[in-house]
């Protein structure tokens, strides 16, 4: 009784609150000052940008350090920010970047030494970072951060190559007795009975040619580089303060920066207030006095706090499903294509998913449009790259919807009746998982292609939901039972981000899947001098995923998230980062509605 | 300051009376008989009867009756969206949806039927274990008292401090097992774990406090077993509070069954308890409030009968009501 | 009473030495670790990390400094936070969860144990029913339910509180310790009432009122310490999970207190951290438990240690 009571007066409350003579969503009082309050996701893991990993650290990671390229504020592409201007060589497997004159928080110089040594420190073992691997293409920079050792002739001072990559050194591993087994090797009769020296920082392949030239050797063709570096892993951090303070040197007082903001208050699982960077090269355009950032995970939390008008933006995917008929009508509502793919992967080593046909069949008998309809706010997709995203690309189209032949496939499959029709019963779904890790829109996600599966297959694969982290490790030792969730946010604006996913051995994709011909396309993708050769070559690859189909794409998500209307220099882009520089406050009303 | 009194024995569960000469069955009629005359206790009971049945059969009437299952998502996608109670796709109304539909447009009334079997189930089943166990546990405790007293709630201690969501994930690493009735088996164990704990705390103080009184001390001297003095004499007396805990016990089991399910334990989507249907309500609350009130009300319905009907046997168990 | 106390004092000790082994040998056996992530590490990264860990000696060595640690009471540094001491995170949070905790059990206690007592005084009146409906309500209205009613009643159709975030002692506690405080209330009122009505009918308060004494003096002076009983009982391990954070409340507030680390701890596998919390989280039992043992011999005389 008291519970309907209640339950009555706040759904009287919520349509009440969300009147419709309002074109906004709650509050809509702007501070008085130009303070940005902005939820920012889970706690930040770490501020050091060569340590951080997630995507809630990124975010405020922009507003304190720079890159040499930047995130355009509405493209997401790179634009110019510590570098001015770069070129790469003739095959791209080198880059110079010319860099501005700047300084960092504490009044010094900001060079190109700066760069080499944020490098170098983030690839050394002992620091232990986790996203290192992103600048594996760059030469050395593996062999240093793997500790391994070089194999060098004492009689001529030289160093044994690489065979496979001849500009290269072959490094050999650090470990006595893993190198006594690879050089017992008959392919490597040329690093036996040489002087194993360890690889040094200094052998990474960055230079500082004078103050402000840096340049990277590169191991391979990288076209993509200067979108990559704008990844927080490369931008550079502050030695003077990193001596001084060790682990600490990100809390504030010891923090140094060269972003546009600098820390002021971090009191963790609560507030992260940031204020103005004086010496910022382009403090110029600063408008901010103030930036907070909220460390929140509940989404109706968030909600709440937005609508009260506490905070004046959330970040991407807030809005949780339910809520986007009642909140898209609002101008709050941003929208916009995300760099994300949600998919789910077939374990290609065991069970009925080891055969091609199932996967196909499994994959046209999904009717994606209604599922992104159901979804609500994404886009249904049969490719990995995300659609539309990369003008030029050619994305190649996976099975369109079609039952029919989905059963014929599993018919051919075998999973036939006396009278060689496709007969359900004989489908082994005790062999079967939808296997995903709890959340709410992953549960609908799985839900609905139970029930997709089946309508349109007549069998039932039965759900199974785990914790993160056992869903992790159940996925990458392939230990699921045919079909684990899988998504991928893009690292950097290219599609190579996305199909880097399936290139290497070792289940990085959690679907068992190594196929050598699409590694091969992919590196003389990356070899090829003109981009649009490139992008074809990449989508050849692409094909060739799609035809063997380990993956099962489903759709590309967007960034909604909801932004007050007295907050302007904000867009949605498809890398949802936000050049905090731009960010400012707009007193007056009446030029809320413009289009920035 | 309190004195114990100087009257005889205060009478015990069990004594024989005049009219009766089996003890036992006396207690049980003499209750029941109470019982009816209860008038909220009887309430709570139908209700709770009514719940049950319609738990266990309702779900097959709705799916002969309009094909609905607590999984069945439309295949026309204009339906897969949440519609109000009552109404049908265009607005008007329609016996339909008694409840309305989730977001992806499925029965919420079959759900949360469905959900009756799982969260009576969790609750009831959970309740009796913690019971049993607390008592005994408990009981022992409070009556040997010294060493022994001592080794019991250390070692309850050291199961209130151990990290349950870890025990929870190993245990699903261990035995996260293939078949469905192994994963009730396992949240059975899990829930009853800990639920018996602070059970067992509160019979150990009760316990404690009885034994020092004159009807135990007179079993005691006439040398009455200590198991049956605790069986027979003490338990009975602590029924009041421990009926009460257990009713108690009922809806927080039923609610640590919602999060043991975002660990991946217990029943599998699409398949829901009460608990993860209100919890998946309450995001919704603004939105779709219906989602959240239709399984909120028929728990909360059902867990004041519970209550009650707790109530009502408390009171014809009470072995000092009996007398007047 | 004194050799009582200090022996159980001294227990903590052992009891500390089992609880931590135990639970870093569910840390050991759990699937998955702190470092994993959407995308599979290099298996070069991976080696950096547990060599930068020490999670590639022997298990003794680890079990060892870990005990080493606790001894010490220096937890060290978290795994998920790097840079980030165990010891900085409870020194932060404790004073959260704890402000939290204390001002919800006072409230419950108060509206409780008044709630309770006049019921069982007024044995099937309608006060009785009105205030058990309202208690049975509390319990069966879980925190996630309640907390966001209240949000969406008080701060977003009003405005009159702020729906969420921590500001010390101010408007943001109403909520959240209203939330926290409703199911321990409702357990409250009816262990009162139960108890009290077990007291009412024994043979020392009869004999209380046969000796004349007032109505109000046998409640007060006699009856309401031998009904508290299971409310003392109850208390115990209520408070120290109360202190000791309370994760539904701090999410759906964006409380910073230490449960919601707890849980997140528990989910990313970080060893210290799980450690640290759970040894504070024992002492925080063994204490209030010790505690409510004493006042168990205070609420009834006839209980001897």
């Known amino acids: ?596 | ?324 | 009473m004194a050799r009582f106390i200090l022996r159980r004092l001294l227990v903590i000790v052992p009891m500390l030495l089992v609880v931590v082994s135990l639970t870093w040998g569910l840390i050991r056996v759990a699937p998955g670790n702190f470092y994993s992530g959407e995308k599979k590490l290099p298996a070069a990264i991976e080696k950096n990390i547990r060599e930068k860990y020490g999670l590639d000696k022997p298990w003794y060595v680890q079990y060892g400094r870990m005990l080493a640690n606790t001894a010490r009471g220096d937890f060290g540094e978290s795994l998920k936070y790097p840079g980030t001491t165990v010891n900085s995170i409870l020194a932060t949070t404790l004073p959260v969860s704890a402000t939290l905790g204390i001002l919800a059990y006072l409230l419950a206690l108060v509206v409780g144990i008044t709630a309770g007592t006049i019921a069982a005084l007024k044995q099937n009146s309608r006060v009785d029913y009105a205030s058990m409906a309202a208690a049975m309500l509390g319990i069966s209205m879980p925190n996630f339910v309640l907390g966001p009613t209240l949000v969406l009643l008080f701060a977003l159709r009003w405005y009159w509180l702020p729906p969420a975030r921590w500001d010390g002692f101010s408007l943001h506690l109403i909520l959240p310790v209203l939330t926290l405080s409703a199911v321990y209330m409702a357990y409250i009122a009816r262990l009162t009432r139960s108890g009290m009505l077990e007291v009412l009918r024994s043979n020392y308060i009869r004999t209380a009122r046969a000796k004349g004494l007032t109505e109000r003096d046998v409640v007060v002076r006699h009856a309401v310490r031998g009904g508290l009983l299971p409310v003392v009982s109850f208390s115990g391990p209520a408070l120290a999970f109360l202190i000791s954070g309370t994760v539904v409340v701090e999410r759906i507030f964006a409380l910073p207190g230490l449960g919601n680390y707890f849980i997140n701890a528990n989910l990313n596998r970080d060893e210290p951290l799980i450690i640290g919390i759970v040894a504070f989280m024992s002492i925080a039992v063994l204490l209030f438990n010790l505690l409510v043992d004493v006042a168990y011999a205070f609420f009834d005389p006839r209980i001897r240690y």
């Open chain 2, 1 to 324: 300051m309190a004195t114990p009194s100087s009257s005889p024995a205060v009478p015990q569960a069990g004594a024989p009376g005049a009219d009766a000469p089996v003890a036992g069955t006396s207690l049980w009629k003499d209750a029941v008989k109470r019982l009816r005359k209860n008038r909220l206790a009887v309430f709570g009971f139908v209700v709770v009867c009514l719940v049950v049945t319609a738990s266990l059969v309702g779900p097959w009437i709705i799916e002969r009756a309009t094909g609905y299952t607590y999984d069945y998502i439309p295949t026309d996608p204009a339906l897969v969206n949440a519609q109000p109670p009552f109404t049908a796709p265009d607005g008007s109304f329609s016996w339909l949806h008694p409840m309305g539909t989730d977001d992806a447009g499925r029965d919420i009334l079959a759900r949360v039927l469905l959900g009756g079997r799982i969260s009576l189930m969790v609750g009831v089943i959970s309740t009796f274990v913690s019971l049993i166990i607390g008592i005994t546990v408990g009981a022992t405790a409070g009556y040997v008292g010294g060493k022994v007293d001592e080794a019991i709630m250390r070692g309850v201690d050291v199961l209130y401090s151990i990290p349950y969501m870890m025990v929870v994930i190993v245990l699903l690493a261990f035995f996260g097992g293939r078949s469905a009735i192994g994963q009730l088996v396992l949240l059975f164990i899990a829930l009853g774990a800990v639920s018996w704990l602070t059970m067992a705390r509160i019979v150990r103080g009760q316990v404690m406090s009885l034994k020092s009184q004159e009807f135990i001390l007179a079993a005691r001297a006439t040398g009455v077993p200590a198991s049956r003095i605790i069986l027979r004499h003490l338990v009975p007396n602590t029924l009041g509070p421990v009926i009460v805990y257990a009713t108690l016990t009922i809806p927080s089991v039923m609610l640590l069954e919602s999060f043991l399910s975002f660990l991946g334990l217990g029943v599998q989507a699409p398949l829901a308890s009460w608990g993860s249907l209100a919890a998946d309500g309450i995001q919704n609350i603004a939105v779709f409030p219906w989602q959240l009130i239709c399984p909120g009300l028929t728990m909360a319905v059902t867990l004041f009968s519970l209550n009650f009907l707790g109530d009502g046997l408390r009171d014809a168990l009470d072995p000092q009501m009996r007398k007047g």
């Open chain 1, 1 to 596: 009784m008291g519970v309907l009571a209640l339950a009555l007066a706040t759904a009287s409350a919520a349509c009440t609150a969300g009147s419709a003579d309002s074109a906004y969503f709650g509050k809509v009082t702007p501070p008085t000052g130009q303070e940005m309050r902005y939820i920012s996701g889970s706690e930040p893991e770490s501020l050091d940008p060569s340590m951080s990993s997630s995507q809630p650290d990124a975010r405020i990671i922009m507003a304190l350090f720079d890159g040499l390229t930047e995130y355009d504020p509405k493209t997401g592409q790179s634009v110019p920010a510590l570098a001015t201007a770069w070129e790469p060589n003739e095959d791209n497997s080198g880059f110079t970047f010319h860099l501005r004159a700047a300084t960092w928080s504490d009044g010094a110089a900001l060079t190109a030494e700066d760069f080499v040594y944020s490098l170098r420190r983030g690839l050394t073992p002992a620091l232990a970072a986790r996203t290192a691997y992103m600048a594996y293409d760059i030469s050395n920079a593996q062999a240093y951060n793997e500790g391994a050792v070089f194999a060098r002739d004492d009689a001529t001072g030289r160093f044994v190559m690489d065979p496979a990559n001849p500009t290269e050194r072959l490094a050999l591993p650090g470990d006595e007795a893993a190198r006594a087994t690879l050089l017992a090797t008959p392919a490597m009769a040329i690093a036996r009975n040489k002087r194993y020296v360890a690889v040094r920082a200094e052998d990474v392949g960055i230079d500082a040619v004078d103050a402000h030239t840096l340049r990277y050797r590169l191991r391979q063709p990288v076209p993509f580089l200067p979108k990559m570096v704008s990844h927080q892993f490369f931008r550079p951090v502050p030695q003077q303060a990193i001596e001084r303070h060790g682990d600490q040197w990100t809390r504030p007082g010891k923090i140094v920066v060269s972003g546009a903001f600098i820390i002021d208050t971090w009191r963790p699982y609560d507030v992260i207030a940031l204020t103005r960077n004086p010496l910022y090269y382009d403090a110029a355009v600063v408008r901010l006095d103030r930036l907070v950032f909220y460390p929140i995970e509940d989404l109706t939390t968030m909600m709440n706090l937005y609508k009260s008008g506490e905070v004046y933006a959330t970040f991407n995917h807030t809005v949780p499903s339910s809520w986007t008929a009642l909140v898209k009508n609002y101008k709050d509502y941003m929208d916009a294509p995300e760099l994300a793919t949600e998919s789910f992967v077939f374990n290609t080593t065991k069970g009925p998913t080891t055969d091609v046909r199932v996967r196909h069949a499994m994959n046209m008998s999904i009717d994606k449009v209604s599922l992104a309809r159901f979804r609500r706010t994404v886009k249904p997709t049969t490719s990995t790259v995300p659609l539309n995203m990369f003008p030029g690309y050619p994305s190649p189209m996976g099975d369109p919807f079609d039952p029919v032949k989905a059963k014929a496939l599993l018919a051919a499959a075998g999973y036939t009746n006396a009278a060689g029709e496709y007969d359900p019963a004989t489908f082994p779904v005790s062999e079967m998982e939808i296997t995903y890790n709890t959340s709410e829109s992953n549960r609908s996600t799985a839900e609905f292609i139970q029930a997709q599966w089946k309508q349109n297959l007549g069998v039932t694969v039965p759900l199974r939901n785990m914790e993160f982290r056992t869903f992790l490790q159940t996925r990458s030792r392939l230990e699921y039972r045919g079909i684990a969730r899988s998504g991928w946010i893009g690292d950097y604006m290219d599609p190579f981000t996305f199909l880097s996913m399936y290139m290497f051995e070792g289940g990085e994709n959690g679907s068992g899947w190594v196929d050598s011909e699409f590694q091969r396309l992919l590196n003389d993708g990356n070899r090829a001098q003109d981009p649009a050769e490139r992008y074809r070559l990449l989508a050849l690859a692409e094909q060739r995923l799609l035809d063997a189909q380990p993956t099962l794409p489903l759709y590309n998500n967007a960034t909604n998230y909801l932004k007050k209307p007295f907050v302007k220099g904000m867009w949605a882009n498809p890398v949802t980062m936000h050049a905090w520089k731009f960010v400012y406050i707009e007193h007056d009303p009446s030029k809320w509605d413009d289009a920035n």
